[in-house]
């Protein structure tokens, strides 16, 4: 019995009409990068375990898809670790290489590796997919692709003021209706953890806040005493759980909250500059809200940290992002900061579709059919569609000369914009006849007026 096709749980398969629109997606991203400055780079889509390991705590870490050995290097596993109980040890001896967990550590690797050939500071783009082991369920996926702006060599807080522009740039032309872009700093949650008086808690803290939205306070609150953090510390914390009133007087509140942490203030100071250059430059759609809570799970960011969730779609955060001081230090070159965001195309995707959003001719997949009306005017298509081609026209002459009601609806199928008619009466009269498929209007043209309105 044949096997019943199936593909992994967390992947999806996309039809050609799926892929125009994902790729709509992608070109819209990829525009507003451009107008920024932002250069395109690649990097594989798996990298040495050592790359990968560490850089996203210990949660992040345990995501990350691991590759076995093949061959020979199977022989290689440390048994002895194995003996010993030492199975993180273990582990890293039958998988020296990984799938990528995101764009970002790569990245950080790439910018080092690298660093010789590169104008700094650099900006750079990626669009590519990343994997990570988490249970599939609504908007979360296995496999999935992230589209990255990333900046490194400079910590000027004007590259936060130009992300939080490309967010409501890039999802006020995707037509997106409302959204909200939560912003904090990481300078601000650890001085949360100064003031309660558990700094070396720090992680902890920011992991077990980070899920609010998802557990409620009383969940977080229980997760913090399985982390040994303080019953005193734990009253500290908890009033910042309901913080209101609008950024300026939220703001206000975590002054006086943290007068006296340095770090914490520093935070407030530079959270406070991205939020008046915003107001000044202004936004199209986009609500930013100072949102104390958020931390965002990454170990590694050290200043803004952003979040953008859509309103009225049961959705976690489409896009994300923040500061880290000093990633590459982790591959030998220290001082270089760096500010990226990433959009994550594939719940854009199902938000997209979930609001019937795509421009009409998103996936429209062919411009231009010639029906087929025998052998000779077959023949003539072909020209006519090698000349629309060389003008970089897509366009295809269906196989036979099957009835017109199945060439009609292949064109239905296909979505295409126009049909041209051309039969025996049409090639003596020189009259082409073309259809709109949108409007159901029919128009006659000549060779030349053909290849006119195709090429305008």
């Not at 992608?26 to 451009?34: L, Q």
């Not at 870490?61 to 076995?68: A, Q």
């Not at 409501?168 to 601000?188: E, H, W």
């Not at 001719?361 to 010639?370: E, K, Q, R, V």
Request: hydrophobic content about 40%; some cysteine; charged content about 25%.
């Amino acid at each position: 019995m044949a096997q019943k096709p199936a593909i992994p749980k967390g992947t999806r398969d996309f039809l050609p009409s799926e892929v125009a629109r994902r790729t709509y997606i992608f070109d819209t991203i990829k525009s507003v990068f451009k107008t920024y400055g932002f250069a395109p780079i690649e990097t594989p889509s798996f990298e040495l375990s050592t790359t990968l390991m560490g850089k996203y705590g210990e949660e992040g870490d345990r995501l990350i898809f691991r590759i076995l050995n093949s061959g020979d290097k199977m022989k290689k596993a440390d048994v002895e670790a194995l003996n010993e109980g030492n199975l993180p040890r273990f582990a890293n001896s039958l998988a020296e290489k990984a799938l990528r967990y995101d764009l970002t550590v790569p990245f950080a690797r790439f910018v080092v590796q690298h660093q010789n050939e590169l104008s700094f500071p650099f900006k750079r783009y990626q669009i590519q997919p990343v994997w990570r082991a988490d249970r599939p369920q609504h908007g979360r996926y296995q496999e999935f692709y992230q589209c990255d702006a990333d900046v490194v060599g400079s910590d000027s807080l004007l590259y936060e003021v130009d992300f939080v522009q490309i967010f409501d740039q890039v999802l006020t032309r995707l037509q997106i209706p409302g959204f909200t872009m939560k912003i904090n700093n990481r300078k601000i949650l650890s001085g949360i953890a100064e003031v309660s008086g558990e700094a070396d808690k720090l992680i902890d803290i920011t992991v077990a806040i980070d899920k609010l939205d998802k557990i409620g306070e009383d969940g977080v609150v229980e997760e913090l005493r399985q982390k040994g953090v303080s019953e005193t510390a734990i009253a500290t914390i908890s009033p910042l759980f309901t913080i209101t009133g609008s950024n300026e007087e939220r703001l206000a509140q975590m002054k006086t909250f943290l007068s006296a942490s340095e770090i914490g203030l520093k935070g407030i100071e530079e959270l406070e500059f991205v939020l008046e250059q915003t107001k000044a430059l202004g936004l199209e759609r986009a609500e930013v809200e100072f949102d104390v809570t958020l931390a965002r799970g990454l170990n590694y960011y050290t200043g803004a940290i952003f979040e953008v969730k859509v309103h009225d779609v049961k959705m976690g955060s489409i896009c994300g992002g923040g500061r880290y001081d000093d990633l590459t230090g982790l591959f030998g070159l220290s001082g270089l900061s760096g500010v990226g965001i990433s959009f994550g195309a594939d719940r854009i995707y199902d938000v997209l579709n979930e609001l019937d959003l795509y421009p009409s001719d998103a996936d429209a997949s062919l411009t231009l059919l010639f029906a087929n009306f025998g052998q000779s005017e077959a023949a003539y298509c072909m020209r006519l569609s090698k000349l629309l081609r060389q003008k970089g026209v897509d366009c295809e002459v269906y196989p036979s000369d099957a009835k017109m009601q199945k060439q009609f609806k292949y064109a239905d199928n296909r979505k295409v914009k126009f049909v041209a008619l051309i039969g025996e009466n049409e090639l003596k009269e020189g009259k082409l006849q073309v259809k709109n498929m949108e409007t159901g209007e029919q128009i006659a043209y000549t060779e030349a007026e053909l290849l006119a309105f195709f090429t305008a």
